[in-house]
Structures are given as C-alpha cells and as structure tokens.
C-alpha cells in the first residue's frame, strides 16, 4: 500500500513509519522541517516537507495513497488553540476531497464526543464534525486517553517543589496511554479493511492520580511522592510560570477541569477500549525514571 503519514518524526508517527515501511508499505512522511529529510530517508520512507496549513501541498502529498494518517501538530503561538486544531481538520478535509483519498486513519482523542469546554480536544471534536462531511471515505478516529509522556513535564515540579500535582480533582482517575502503543494500533488499522466513519478508544493504563504519583515515585526513589490537587486558578498560575502562553495555559486548565466534572470519559466507558501493552509501571522504571535523573 501507498501510505501518507502527517506528524513528522513524532512519538506516534516516527514507530508508525517504521512499522509500516518494515510490513513493505511505501511510506510519505509530512514534515515541516526539511533538517528532518535524512532521518526520515534513513528511515526507508518518502519525506515530504511541507505545512499543514497549505491545502495545495496536502493534496500533492496525499494524492496517490491508499490511505492516511492525520494528526494536529501543536502550535504554542495559536491565539485560539480551538480554532487553530479545527482549521488544521478543514485543511486536511479540504486536501482529502481534492486528493480522491477514500480510507482516513485520524488521531483523534478521549473527551472528543464532547463540544467545548474541554481545553484542546474542542479542537478535535470540530476536526471530527469536519470529517463527517467527507463522503465515500472511509475513517476511522483513534480516541487515546492521556499520553504517559505528558507526565515528564512534571518533573521540574517534583524536583523542585518535592510533589506532582493538577486540577484534576482529589483521587481523580485518569485514562492513560504510551505514544508507541497508538502507533502499533494505527498500524493495525491502516492495513485494516473498514467502512463508514468509526472510533477507537486506545488505553493502555487507568489509574487514580494517587496511584501515579506512588508508581512515578518508587521509580525514582521518592516513595513518599504525593499527588496534590490544585484548583483552576492555582493551575493557571503554576503553567504560566512554568513558560506556557496565556492561550495554551487556560485551555490545559479547561481540560483538567473537564476531568474534575467528570465529563471527559462518559463516552468512553460506553466502549470496549483497546487496553495496549505498556502499563504504566513499566513507563515510570524505562522512561520516566532515566528522565527524572538525566
């Protein structure tokens, strides 16, 4: 098969590329970056560079797969992150429709069902109802929990102020997911026969911020390390001194917030999720851990 993957080298979409160029695949890989086109060519896949946000690129590189992989590349200088995330879905609805591409694999994510006030996955909720509006294409959107990878920005937190801590809520339980683990499931579903347009939840771990905490502190030697509950505005602060823009630091509240109320894994619970390999002990001792004393 002639496969088109957006993400670049990624820590979803670089395993997928080599995945798919290992099981024979010819593979275009998107990139913005043309320092990136060795790497990608080492990897024995096509680069093609480029940004998402030129319709008439994404048709050139999508013209000719039998199918792709889309993703939203995030984007810290967006004054609306919403707007930026369903703009980057119009462009790639728009590049699919001029491409003739029938069979659409999307990253999409946990809390997606929900239209606002949930930070970024707004985004990706207006990216979905773009897609419905794709006809004779096939797509199926990939709806991971949380990325264990996103735990490694707390290191600072815990080196410094001796705890790890969100506005998640006390004992909130989190839905989480390892980045290599989506990748072996769009593999999976690229080469995959399906119509219509479909979900699938991805999870490869489910714990209660407590239970992290503890396991990311056995791993790092703190077993005494606790997860300590802040509210909206104590979380605003605390990722606006920690660098982030206004814009992107209020909508990672929106989404702990959404988690607090409970809202964000109501669909989810619906469905049979695809529970992947790495648990999350096994992230904390390989990654988070040789992070943590880097």
């Known amino acids: 098969m002639k496969i088109t993957l957006t993400g670049s080298l990624g820590n979803i979409s670089k395993p997928l590329a080599i995945k798919l160029v290992q099981a ?132 600072d937190m815990i080196k410094h102020l001796g705890f790890i801590g969100s506005n998640y809520g006390e004992h909130a339980r989190l839905v989480l997911v390892y980045p290599g683990d989506i990748a072996e499931v769009a593999a999976q579903e690229l080469e995959s026969e399906f119509t219509g347009t479909s979900v699938r939840y991805i999870a490869s771990d489910e714990r209660t911020t407590d239970e992290i905490a503890a396991t990311l502190g056995r791993a790092i ?39 607090r109320k409970g809202i964000l894994f109501e669909d989810y619970d619906k469905h049979i999720p695809t529970h992947s390999k790495t648990k999350l002990d096994e992230f904390a001792t390989n990654i988070f851990a040789r992070a943590y004393k880097a």
């Open 24 to 155: 024979g695949h010819t593979v275009t890989l998107i990139s913005s970056s043309a320092d990136k086109t060795a790497e990608i060519e080492k990897l024995g896949a096509i680069p093609a560079i480029g940004s998402v946000d030129d319709v008439k690129f994404l048709t050139r590189a999508f013209t000719g797969a039998d199918a792709i992989y889309t993703m939203v590349p995030n984007n810290f200088a967006a004054t609306n992150y919403r707007e930026f995330i369903g703009g980057i879905g119009k462009n790639y609805a728009e590049a699919i429709r001029a491409s003739g591409v029938k069979k659409v694999i999307n990253l999409s994510s946990i809390g997606a069902h929900i239209n606002g006030g949930t930070g970024p996955i707004s985004g990706i909720h207006d990216l979905e109802e773009t897609y419905k509006q794709l006809e004779g294409v096939a797509i199926k959107h990939l709806r991971p929990g949380f990325f264990y990878t996103n735990l490694l920005g707390n290191i």
């Open 221 to 259: 030697g703190k077993p005494d390390l606790k997860w300590v509950n802040f509210d909206d505005e104590q979380a605003l602060q605390g990722l606006l001194q920690a660098g982030l823009p206004p814009e992107i630091a209020r909508n990672y509240v929106e989404m702990g917030s959404a988690v």
